[in-house]
């Protein structure tokens, strides 16, 4: 089993992802707060990367029993039900909705990467249980930063390290390829404390300014959802 | 002053860097090639981003006093003089001489980068040298990795942490972006022995197949070259 990092989506096109397995990392939020709204018994997320999709569609076909979520620069967008603070993501809300979710980084990631084979999105809170799935499967695997504005961005980084961390702790024999190792020392050297690493990082600056430190606490927590998202035919839904 | 990392030139495009001050790096082997060139006497290096381009106009203006260089996926190119191997590229070849050269990754970053205000080359061999141009400077700079057919290198990564820790033992105060903060990082948790960051690297390994050992010996010396190579008009030569 051979790991891949790409730290951000411009370095791609969307054909590369054409049958692979790909997991999307986008902790500061859309990847902790779709793993939230799952977990919270959402009936599924519909990952879209443009707000006038996303408006679009939310009037059409799903009327009535669809949310609109999603931000545009940390802000909630003018007309939209719902931010991207997985705080708002709560089970009286949520339950048995479909969610059209729109965000800077990480719907657009997911939407890049949507003729994988097998497509996952992990957050810190559902690591161990994409680890646990992937190692199931078997198969060779990329992990995809969503980044910030198609550039690098720490938190999504170590996060893809610590998941791989979780993947050798289960399974010693794993391949990692240059940007895997490097994942996986970054996460040694700034994943000590998440909580310490989403503050200290640019995206995690900007929300603090923005009044979302108690999401910065949310999004640090590792390992509390048992959940495993999987992107199929358009939407993302528990697997299983 | 300000320091930020692009990991490869993948995520940007070319007008990115308009009024920047930008160092690329290509450690394996095009920017330890460029250095050594100019330090045994090149009179310029003319990076160009395509094989056609390089054999255009070395046998127009500066027929006579031209030597073609480079490679293509390692390997020298038919009809070229040269390779891209840095041991290559001897005073008693290269003194005098304009050097029109390719690179599978190092050439093309730095044509990318060509609007930059002022636009450096670094590889270990020369990093001291260009950290203190950069502090003469006092401007942000951004550390433009070649990588690996736009995607990540681990060499060209830990090069630029090496090059960043070189700035900060000159001066205290900088400011790291989030992608500095992780290439310092890098250099950390894979640095402390060069020669081993190239041979376990994925480029360094196809080096070693192909039977460029010493390269990566040569490329793996830190601070053996007072070289600062500028691109300017189109050409690169010794500042001063």
Redesign the interface.
Known sequence: MKLN????P???DELYFTGKTTVVIDVLRASTTIVEALKNGAKDVVPVATVEFAVKISGGMFCGQTLLGGERNTKKIEGFALGNSPLEYKSEIVNGKSIVFYSTNGTKAIVKAKFSEHLFISALTNMNAVAKHLLELGSDCVILCAG?N?????ED?VCAGALIEEIINLEKTVLL???A??AL??N???GKNKFNTLTE???GKILIKNGFNKDLEFCSKENNANVVPVYSNSVIKTLG
């Open positions: 990092v790409l730290f951000s411009g370095n791609t910030n198609n550039l690098f961005s720490l980084s390829s240059d940007s190792k490097a020392g970054l040694k050297s700034f990082s640019e995206h």
